[in-house]
T-cell receptor, first 115, second 109 residues
Framework: NAGVMQNPRHLVRRRGQEARLRCSPMKGHSHVYWYRQLPEEGLKFMVY????????ESGMPKERFSAEFPKEGPSILRIQQVVRGDSAAYFC?????????????FGQGTRLTVV | AQRVTQPEKLLSVFKGAPVELKCNYS??????LFWYVQYSRQRLQLLLR??SRESIKGFTADLNKGETSFHLKKPFAQEEDSAMYYCALSRDAGNMLTFGGGTRLMVKP
């Protein structure tokens, strides 16, 4: 099991472009969580998805951000019309279930830079 | 709303010295607390969780509900303990976590 895979590792976008961040969970994991880490800060929860469903998006900005986790393929975090303030490291984690003494495994993150 | 505070951004100790990384939380319910660690160039990984009440790599952490703290301790630091440490809280015993800002531990030879 290769672990949670995120790509790309580094992404540079100009202001106004779209950014697509991908997360392939570990085999057998159907729960995916996205976190954002701004410079010099801790990770902030964004959204929790379970195959084809958004369970909790309480940490997602109201505009420009969306997430999906289709039946087939990776989870995608999409940021439209990026701005400088979107520059951050975005981490994805996956787990086989949400609760019950289960660990979330993290990917290595995607570092987004908006120029 | 829940909140996790790690007051020290950097903690520097000598090898063999005791270590305590502080973590305070605010949450009105019964949270589950975790410590995560990120070694250089590696992924964030779970170090320990309070419900397990176990010692991992010599580290222990006790949940003090009166002081709303979950400090991480190790009696004798090793150089390989140098890493970023994040305290985290779950309000529903699940994996939607609230993280503290992190403490960088540097263990000097």
């Amino acid at each position: 099991n290769a672990g949670v895979m995120q790509n790309p590792r580094h992404l540079v976008r100009r202001r106004g472009q779209e950014a697509r961040l991908r997360c392939s969970p570990m085999k057998g994991h159907s729960h995916v969580y996205w976190y954002r880490q701004l410079p010099e800060e801790g990770l902030k929860f964004m959204v929790y998805l379970q195959k084809e469903n958004i369970i909790d998006e309480s940490g997602m900005p109201k505009e420009r951000f969306s997430a999906e986790f289709p039946k087939e393929g990776p989870s995608i975090l999409r940021i439209q019309q990026v701005v400088r303030g979107d520059s951050a490291a975005y981490f994805c984690a996956s787990s086989p279930r949400h609760q019950g003494n289960t660990e979330a495994f993290f990917g290595q993150g995607t570092r987004l830079t908006v120029v | 709303a829940q909140r996790v505070t790690q007051p020290e951004k950097l903690l520097s100790v000598f090898k063999g010295a005791p270590v305590e990384l502080k973590c305070n939380y605010s949450y009105s319910g019964s949270p589950e607390l975790f410590w995560y660690v990120q070694y250089s160039r590696q992924r964030l990984q779970l170090l320990l969780r309070h419900i397990s009440r176990e010692s991992i790599k010599g580290f222990t952490a006790d949940l003090n509900k009166g002081e709303t703290s979950f400090h991480l301790k190790k009696p004798f630091a090793q150089e390989e303990d140098s890493a970023m440490y994040y305290c985290a809280l779950s309000r529903d015993a699940g994996n939607m976590l609230t993280f503290g800002g992190g403490t960088r531990l540097m263990v000097k030879p």
